[in-house]
């Protein structure tokens, strides 16, 4: 090869192949020709092996101080298979070192090979003079694949072209071929995840699904946590392109693309380029590189906030430095969220800003309402049903507890005039109070959470909450904010699933998800997170559902110790 290292601004290839599985170029070997393509990265993706990711990535880093080296994106491409259908699952930064991925590879490896010694059994029967060994001769350090039979028979003389080789001795309906072992692309996508990966669902216009076929299939994977789809791809014209954009778009997904680069594996199919028309932007990469930035899912009261309901100027000064750095700050509180939306006003992180920090995100009440300070809207909400309001609004009555309600901008109350468990919420939450005949009545469209108060007697909203446990199941959830709050909360709201759909919903893999908080509600939040933190001051409970706990209380910025450590 001759290199005249042409200079192409942004541009990238996010699937790409070299001889350790059926490529043809080294890894090193592709590096260099990255380099002449002007490519600002590339992703290694071999058929379901990594041998070939340390030489591309130390032969990369050798050549840092020119500042035409590409970037090596560690990546895998496997194999696997969907109601009798071969679907290709590309794996974007993964941790190629990873214990648990590289004995899933080796169970893979040696499964592959069995089936080998099986193919050269079968050539043999047919009168073919092959043995497994002479085919690893011929084609040393590669990944044997049926692309490597065909060449075999070719230079032999038994065929007279590949497609020979295929359509008489190794096609899928031949007699020599042996299939794969292969996982489900559901298997696929949690174990990219758990290699720390991000899961694409590669060319998914080669597999000729029907448009209902293919969103099931999408449909089914994001579930499992898949967070790409290769939209952009060699092969594709204008309206298959726009078609997986679209679908990137419905199901949160990130947008890859890449040319499938084979060498003359796969003649006049280039580098970056594919086959003349294909050109990936590098502003696939920068979306996909902040996907892979921390998220801070913190509580606010007890966690984040001083006892006065303030931030230090350190702690300003930390949130602004891992919000600049690319991480994500999602406030995350049992507050409606027009309170929350007054402390942001109130301790400075607006700052005149149309959003207080950038991509920020706002979990109120709870997780019944998301808040997406961006685009200034809710993106998911949960509401108790009126009738369960009126069910829970005689309850209360009976038992002689304090209830009320909210709509999207009030509490909402059936006191003639404010008691004292009004008075103490309102030290905090600042909103205004509408008193109303009925709670049912005035929140037609239900409530996003129920407030039950009991200034001095806890035991009293245990029991309130013990009463109706069984009869509310599987509607409502009954959890404590603190002592005297007793929160009643849709049952598909709560910290935890709001976290859930918001690394779904960006998308972001929870491996880089961290939740801080002090108390009950907090739980399942701490549980959902790759990492849970409970504050020195803490419940217990929330304590022994925690992966860390911080040295310092919410008073003397324990929450900086985290910060410090893992938003750089």
Not at 308 to 320: C, G, I, P, R, Y
Not at 537 to 557: C, F, G, Y
Request: hydrophobic share 40%.
């Amino acid at each position: 090869m001759t290199y005249s290292h042409v200079h192409k601004p942004a541009a990238i290839d996010l699937h790409v192949h070299s001889n350790r599985s059926d490529g043809t170029y080294s890894p090193r070997q592709l590096v260099d020709y990255a380099m002449e393509k002007g490519l600002r990265a590339f992703a290694l993706t071999d058929h379901d092996t990594v041998d070939g990711l340390d030489e591309a990535v130390r032969y990369a880093h050798s050549l840092k101080d020119n500042p035409s080296v590409p970037e090596v994106i560690p990546g895998i491409e496997l194999s696997t298979q969907y109601q009798g259908q071969d679907i290709h699952i590309v794996g974007l930064y993964i941790d190629y070192k990873n214990p648990e991925f590289l004995h899933w590879l080796k169970r893979f490896t040696e499964s592959r090979t069995l089936r080998n010694h099986k193919m050269c059994a079968l050539l043999k029967e047919a009168g073919v003079e092959i043995s497994y060994d002479e085919l690893l001769k011929e084609f040393p350090d590669a990944v044997i694949t049926r692309a490597h039979y065909a060449k075999y028979l070719l230079r032999r003389g038994y065929v007279k072209s590949i497609k020979e080789a295929f359509d008489r001795y190794v096609g899928d309906h031949c007699p020599c071929f042996v299939p794969r072992e292969k996982v489900t692309p559901e298997e696929a996508v949690e174990l990219i995840l758990k290699a720390d990966g991000i899961p694409v669902l590669a060319h998914p216009a080669l597999y000729h699904m029907s448009d209902s076929r293919m969103v099931e299939l999408i449909s089914l994977l994001k579930e499992k946590g898949l967070m790409g789809i290769e939209a952009v791809y060699s092969t594709y014209h204008a309206g298959e392109e726009r078609f997986f954009r679209a679908l990137a778009r419905k199901y949160h997904l990130l947008v890859s693309g890449g040319s499938d680069f084979h060498g003359p594996n796969k003649p006049g199919l280039d580098l970056g380029t594919g086959y003349g028309r294909l050109f990936v932007s590098e502003e696939l990469l920068t979306l996909i590189r902040q996907s892979r930035k921390n998220l801070l899912f913190t509580d606010l009261d007890g966690t984040l906030l001083l006892k006065d309901s303030t931030v230090s100027d350190a702690m300003k000064q930390a949130l602004e430095r891992m919000t600049q750095a690319g991480h994500r700050l999602i406030l995350t509180s049992g507050r409606p969220l027009p309170s929350i939306l007054e402390v942001c006003g109130r301790i400075g992180l607006t700052e005149n800003r149309p959003s207080p920090f950038p991509n920020m995100m706002i979990i109120a009440n709870n997780g019944a309402l998301i808040y997406d300070c961006s685009l200034q809207a809710p993106i998911l909400e949960h509401r108790i049903a009126p009738e369960d309001i009126a069910f829970l609004e005689e309850k209360a009555r009976q038992a002689g507890l304090h209830m009320h309600g909210y709509s999207e901008s009030e509490i909402i109350c059936t006191l003639e005039k404010e008691n004292a468990e009004l008075q103490f919420y309102r030290q905090r939450i600042h909103m205004p109070v509408k008193y109303v005949p009925n709670l049912a009545t005035a929140l037609p469209h239900g409530s996003y959470k129920l407030q039950v108060i009991h200034l001095t007697d806890h035991e009293a909203l245990e029991q309130f909450r013990s009463s109706l446990l069984s009869c509310c199941e599987g509607r409502l959830q009954f959890i404590f904010s603190n002592d005297k709050y007793l929160e009643i909360l849709p049952a598909s709201a709560g910290k935890g699933n709001a976290l859930r759909f918001v690394t779904d919903y960006l998308p972001a893999p929870r491996s880089h998800t961290f939740a801080a908080g002090d108390a009950e509600n907090d739980i399942s939040m701490l549980q959902a997170a790759h990492v849970g933190i409970a504050m020195r001051n803490a419940s217990l409970e929330v304590k022994k559902a925690a992966r860390l706990i911080t040295r310092a209380d919410n008073d003397h910025d324990g929450l900086l110790e985290v910060l410090n450590q893992y938003f750089v």
